[in-house]
């Protein structure tokens, strides 16, 4: 192909929901709401188990860790959403749309890593209750953390390099709520097949092996309390993954179906629905699955309240 005759692309449109152009103000609004709650919830759940020393233990840590990872997740694409939501000039830059897929799916890789960290601490209190303190101590948790973010970091670069060499001469129409890698290859004047086969492995590794890790923890977990004589035992070995086992499957349930795939041409629509459960939904629902669920949580939230009321009315 002659590449003199290439007009290069220094800006995309990102269409979101075409067809939903009449209610984009509701939309708006409706999104905020959702923003503005994850932000409180995973904020609130961040603050309370740094603060409450009872919740000074490697699972919630990590919940903390999650929850500050929920707001990076969120701040990468939905500000850009509402923005989009009420201009009619619906643009990004070539580089504002990079560095949004790279932090988007840095985060994603972190969660992934972050989730199966998680599942593993479940496995040793559950199936090795007596050695759990000597094997998961606060420096093993603080490094297994510090490893989920570096991981997750360290994940796009070889994707988004690809990309950014990848010549682009129009259309600049991204059909999806946001940058990503499939819609954005699309758009490309070339061949991008080794991209897409790059993209698969990559994701293949990442998620594929933490969900497999995720799953083979549970299936030792479960293998474990059904050991348990009694039915109070089972239970309430039962409810201390029972939080973590719903995030898992909300979360890997959509990102598998929408990242693990062969192929190059895809219904736009149900990448978008896939989108927005995995980008707006799951860090929505994480604060209220680990705090209504939790009573620990909501023990740990209740004394920092009375806390922070005795506080206040001491003269």
Sequence with gaps: MDTGNWSKVTEFVILGFPQLQGVQTYLFFLLLLIYLVTILGNLLIFLVVRLDVKL??????????LSLLELGYTATT?????ANLLNKKK???FSGCLLQIYFFHSFGASECYLLTA?????????????????LMTPPLCNKMSAGCWLGGLAGPIAEISLVSWL???GPNHI???FCD??????LACTDTSINILVDFIINSCKILVTFLLILTSYVLIILTVLSIPSSEGKKKAFSTCASHLTVVIIFYGSILFMYVRLKKSYSLDYDRALAVVYSILTPFLNPFIYSLRNKEIKDALRRQLQRAVTLHIEP
């Design 91 to 93: 643009t990004i830059s």
């Design 56 to 65: 000074h233990t490697p699972m919630y840590q990590f919940i903390s860790v």
């Design 167 to 169: 010549p682009f001469c």
């Design 78 to 82: 939905i500000p850009k959403m509402l």
């Design 175 to 177: 059909q999806h709520i």
């Design 181 to 186: 890698f499939p819609p954005v290859l699309s």
């Design 118 to 134: 998680m599942a593993y601490d479940r496995y040793l209190a559950i199936c090795r209750p007596l050695q759990y303190p000597t």
